[in-house]
Nanobody, 123 residues
Framework: QVQLVESGGGSVQAGGSLRLSCAAS????????MGWFRQIPGKEREGVAA???????TYADAVKGRFTISRDNAKNTLYLQMNSLKPEDSAMYYC?????????????????WGQGTQVTVAS
């Protein structure tokens, strides 16, 4: 059974930084395609970033140049480094693994989801 557990969320002032982590188990992590998503209550979940097993990455336009996705295959852990945070980055952040191999931030391609970690950015 796949388990994804996010951590690292919290409250920060605008311009600050946070690093999210996602501990994965129950899957062959080193070959998994992974992604980060976020959701504000009442709005659809949106893709933030995704990464291939070999560290290829893609980002949503809203976070390019500010967020960096990375992975540690030895630790079965996914990361999202978030810099220059803005109030509009406030959301619940989720990590997920895809149904099939492929680099995408389309949530329809993702099968397994964590419970999320809350990020709040104050202005």
């Amino acid at each position: 059974q796949v388990q994804l557990v996010e951590s690292g969320g919290g409250s920060v002032q605008a311009g600050g930084s946070l690093r999210l982590s996602c501990a994965a188990s129950g899957l062959t992590y080193r070959s998994a395609y992974m992604g980060w998503f976020r959701q504000i209550p009442g709005k659809e979940r949106e893709g933030v970033a995704a990464i291939t097993p070999n560290d290829g990455a893609t980002y949503a336009d809203a976070v390019k140049g500010r967020f960096t996705i990375s992975r540690d295959n030895a630790k079965n852990t996914l990361y999202l480094q978030m810099n220059s945070l803005k109030p509009e980055d406030s959301a619940m952040y989720y990590c997920a693994s895809t149904r099939f191999p492929g680099l995408t931030i389309d949530e329809r391609s993702y099968k397994n989801w964590g419970q999320g970690t809350q990020v709040t950015v104050a202005s």
